[in-house]
C-alpha cells in the first residue's frame, strides 16, 4: 500500500499507529525501517499525562 501512495502522490508517506492509541518510539523505529513510512507523525495530548518525548 505504502509503495503504491508514494507511486500515486509523489510525496512523502507519513504514518502513525491509529486514532487512539500511543506511536512510542519503538512503533516508529518498526514503521521507518520496515520502509512502511518516510516520516512517522506523533502527537500527545495534555490530558493522557504524557511527558514530551526528547529527540
Given at each position: 500500500m505504502v509503495q503504491n501512495l508514494r507511486?500515486?502522490?509523489g510525496g512523502l508517506v507519513?504514518?502513525?499507529t491509529g486514532i487512539g492509541t500511543v506511536?512510542?518510539?519503538e512503533?516508529?523505529?518498526m514503521l521507518l525501517e520496515g520502509?512502511?513510512?518516510d516520516t512517522v507523525?506523533?502527537?500527545y495530548?495534555?490530558?493522557?499525562g504524557l511527558a514530551p518525548v526528547a529527540s
Open positions: 507511486r500515486r502522490f507519513l504514518m502513525n506511536t512510542h518510539h512503533d516508529a523505529i520502509n512502511l513510512a507523525v506523533v502527537g495530548t495534555e490530558y493522557m
